[in-house]
């Protein structure tokens, strides 16, 4: 869904992910990892919708995740601060995000990545 403020068009968390990303990495949506009874937007989902969502993603209980952003989202800090609350310690948030990536001419890709899910068993703490 579009916000009202966005004639045209607007650049969007998803977007700026299909233009460029790290290579691997797939997109945390926080509109979908979230509680869908709430009224409230991006409400923190169950812990069984967030182990089925992040191991969906390809997540698994032992891995580390870094998480980041394109810049002016707070998507990074929010999924960081999920991952947490959800018990999963071995979570980073990448300095400078995707802009320093990049401008470090770090490699990276663009359009969708395909996750082997893997297994997330959480609660939350």
């Not at 299909?18 to 812990?47: E, Q, R, T, Y």
């Not at 400078?96 to 770090?106: D, T, V």
Request: with cysteine.
């Amino acid at each position: 869904m579009r916000h009202s403020s966005c004639r045209v068009s607007c650049r969007w968390p998803k977007d700026d992910y299909l233009k460029a990303h790290i290579p691997g990495a797939v997109f945390f949506d926080v509109d979908a990892v979230a509680d869908h009874s709430s009224s409230l937007p991006h409400m923190f989902p169950s812990a069984e919708q967030f182990g089925r969502d992040v191991g969906a993603l390809g997540v698994g209980d032992g891995d580390t995740v870094v998480v980041y952003d394109a810049g002016g989202w707070v998507a990074a800090p929010r999924a960081w601060w999920m991952f947490l609350s959800f018990g999963h310690g071995d979570v980073r948030i990448l300095d400078g995000g995707l802009k320093k990536w990049i401008a470090e001419r770090r490699p990276f890709d663009g359009g969708e990545v395909t996750p082997k899910p893997k297994s997330f068993p959480r609660e939350l703490r």
